[in-house]
């Protein structure tokens, strides 16, 4: 099981591609996987919202895993997003982990209605015991089952092979458990990476963003090792990419992952494929151009 800490830095989760009849292209995440680690990733994570985990069904989930633990070849850290709707289907996603040689799962609250934050303690205690993995938990606004400092704190000494927090609530409130609790949690951050600076000069460890801006990030993170610049030389980069990130994160997740997935295909030489149904394309061609201009951006 990794120590804490030793998953951190720049964490890409990536994208499904598909084909124009809708099927998964498997040769897609190879794609992924080899421009995250030559660009600095340390890993690389499966099934967020950004994988479009709620398009893809179980079988394909474990091929897509034991393709991608196979081309990864121990390279960098493999984590999985366990967020299937029953117990039942999450604990076969950790055991679909365990059996792939990945290093860490995050565990998010069943597909459904919230199940709000101390309701959802039992569950998460269940799958951490059941498994040698080490464990990350989800704790963000956006599932309305956002967990107090308290409750993580409980967790741990209870499970003690839960080590890490994917962190997405308040600003703030991210800051004071990274500043008060990071040496015994690995915090690491999403939201694309909005806020990554101010969160990493705070402590924070890591970030799971998509794959957009590996190398931007990458160089963010690592300004704040020492001797790389602090957030001197971090806001710079930041705002390159800041305009492209923000105008991403005002779609609806549909249309922001379509966008996304365009300018990762064109910037990276992928073939973009088709969409798999029921999808919010096409893009429009006003957006397009937009974003082009944006793109236009972010090498400075």
Not at 51 to 58: A, D, E, P
Request: net charge negative; hydrophobic share 40%; proline share 6%.
């Amino acid at each position: 099981m990794p120590s804490i800490h030793q998953i951190g830095g720049i964490i890409p989760v990536l994208f499904s591609f598909f084909d124009e009849r809708g099927a998964i292209k498997l040769d897609a995440f190879d794609h992924q996987i080899d421009h995250c680690l030559e660009n600095g990733a340390t890993g690389i994570v499966l099934f967020g919202f950004v994988t479009q985990f709620y398009r893809l069904s179980f079988a394909e989930k474990v091929a897509i895993t034991e393709h991608c633990a196979r081309r990864l070849d121990g390279r960098g850290t493999l984590g999985l997003t366990v967020m299937e709707p029953t117990p039942e289907g999450q604990q076969d996603l950790i055991r679909l982990g365990e059996d792939n040689g990945v290093d860490w799962i995050i565990l998010q609250p069943p597909l459904g209605p919230p199940p709000g934050g101390r309701r959802w303690l039992p569950l998460i205690r269940h799958l951490a015991s059941s498994t040698s993995l080490a464990v990350a938990v989800q704790n963000a606004a956006m599932t309305g089952s956002t967990l107090s400092i308290d409750d993580l704190v409980a967790l741990q000494e209870a499970c003690p092979n839960l080590r890490y927090v994917k962190a997405e609530t308040d600003m703030l409130d991210i800051a004071d458990f990274a500043s008060r609790h990071g040496s015994n949690f690995g915090v690491i951050t999403g939201n694309w990476g909005i806020d990554y600076p101010f969160q990493r000069l705070q402590g924070a460890h890591g970030l799971i963003p998509a794959p957009s801006f590996v190398r931007q990030q990458v160089a963010i993170h690592e300004a704040f090792e020492p001797g790389g610049g602090g957030i001197e030389a971090a806001l710079p980069i930041q705002e390159r990419i800041l305009p492209l990130m923000q105008f991403f994160r005002e779609r609806s997740i549909d249309e922001q992952l379509l966008l996304a997935k365009y300018v990762f295909a064109q910037r990276t030489g992928l073939e973009l494929g088709g969409e798999r149904l029921p999808a919010s394309g096409p893009l429009d061609r006003r957006m397009v151009e937009y974003v082009n201009r944006l793109t236009r951006r972010l090498d400075g």
